[in-house]
């Protein structure tokens, strides 16, 4: 008798906000983006730059990245100093640092550790095929994509405690500016949920270095900030918990949101074969739907973009989300169609018309990891299962991050 597998811990419910009075973001920006690209509009009193055409992409986020910066990072809050907000020589360090890790050969060492959180869907779904019970398959996702990431960083599988404690993340998340700013949304309840991840962090820290007393450095991620920590003169803990916390949040939330928007997309698209090269599913996926739609920058100095002046001081936003839906650079623009992905395909070639992952030297750290345990989720769920989702969302949430604007309840059934 094959023994029952529980149901991976549910993360506590994040109440949903309200939407702000006037017209949403993504409204302004697509009626600023039909006066072509670069298009100059006033957001909350502030003189933007939106940029949409792939050569400005190019100029903006890859070509000139010393004009083109950061400035007031929007989650700051959450993730202090780490590899995502730092900038100058501190972020300079904190790259090279990380940056073997997350290249194509240095991933594979995940590759047990992604097939190991993989296999704990596959069971979890496996029984609820049995049962009939409904699964929410954003959810499910979003504990994969913190499976894996927790691996990598700790060694170890997710367990129960650290799950829910995590919640804390989606809470700070969803209270994130989309642009610039504080965090909005209720202060308290913003306030305790970090305080929640300093508390989480503060105890794997102290659970690491405690082990590494005992038998000696590992080869998880969490030991390689350790052992960096030792040379800082600040507060090396703190730079560890901002590390901790970037790559925990960065290297989840993204991927959690893609493959729940993925299934989404097949559910809407029947004629789409499931079983089709699961990294054109991911890839097509992620141009409609691109986790990071929006790319704040600051002008710090006066520039002139696609012929038009660009005042120092100005906010410039790239927006993969409406590049991406440009039809003189993907046809049909609307329609899933991952065979663009396949060999043969009809997609642009040039770089800065398909960037959900950015482009240029602040391009995603995580790419190869994201692909790579995407890849291998759909791999094992796909040709196993097949997945009804039951009354599905209809409108996605534009807010730090893009996702659907609700759970995605579901019975999956096996695949004869």
Not at 295 to 320: I, K
Not at 339 to 361: D, E, K, M, S, W
Not at 373 to 392: K, S, Y
Request: proline share 9%.
């Amino acid at each position: 008798m094959t023994a029952a597998v529980p149901r991976p811990p549910q993360a506590p419910s994040t109440p949903a906000r309200q939407a702000p009075p006037g017209p949403a973001l993504i409204e302004v920006l697509t009626r600023a983006a039909g006066h072509g690209s670069p298009a100059a509009f006033e957001l909350d009193g502030r003189p933007m730059t939106l940029v949409t055409d792939p050569e400005q992409v190019r100029q903006v986020l890859a070509c000139r990245p010393e004009v083109y910066v950061k400035h007031s990072h929007r989650a700051r809050a959450l993730l202090g100093d780490g590899l995502i907000t730092a900038t100058g020589d501190a972020w300079k360090r904190q790259r090279r640092l990380l940056q073997a890790r997350f290249t194509v050969t240095g991933v594979r060492r995940y590759e047990a550790g992604i097939a190991a959180a993989a296999e704990r869907i596959a069971r979890r779904w496996s029984a609820a095929a049995g049962t009939g019970d409904l699964v929410d398959v954003g959810e499910d996702m979003r504990f994969f994509a913190l499976d894996t990431i927790w691996r990598a960083l700790t060694g170890d599988p997710l367990d129960e405690a650290a799950h829910r404690e995590l919640a804390a993340v989606d809470t700070v998340v969803a209270a994130l500016p989309t642009t610039a700013g504080a965090p909005t949304g209720d202060p308290a309840e913003v306030g305790a949920a970090l305080g929640r991840i300093d508390a989480t962090a503060r105890r794997v820290i102290a659970a690491a270095r405690a082990r590494r007393a005992a038998h000696g450095p590992s080869d998880a991620l969490l030991d390689l900030l350790l052992d960096a920590s030792g040379s800082d003169a600040g507060d090396p803990d703190r730079l560890v918990r901002d590390e901790l916390v970037t790559l925990l949040v960065a290297g989840h939330e993204t991927t959690a949101q893609t493959l729940a928007w993925l299934f989404l997309m097949l559910h809407q698209n029947i004629h789409v074969p499931r079983t089709s090269e699961p990294g054109a599913l991911v890839a097509e996926t992620l141009r409609l739907y691109p986790a990071v739609w929006l790319v704040p920058r600051c002008a710090a100095r006066d520039d002139v973009l696609g012929g038009r002046r660009v005042a120092a001081g100005s906010g410039v936003l790239v927006c993969p989300y409406l590049t991406h839906r440009e039809p003189a650079w993907w046809p049909d623009p609307e329609r899933f169609d991952p065979a663009r992905f396949l060999p043969g395909g009809v997609r642009p070639a040039h770089p800065g018309a398909y960037v959900p992952f950015g482009l240029g030297p602040r391009a995603c750290l995580g790419q190869q990891f994201a692909l790579r345990e995407t890849a291998a989720l759909l791999a094992r769920l796909l040709p196993a299962f097949t997945v009804e989702l039951r009354d599905p969302p209809a409108a996605p949430v534009f807010g730090a991050n893009l996702r659907p604007g609700g759970p995605l309840p579901a019975v999956v059934r096996r695949r004869t």
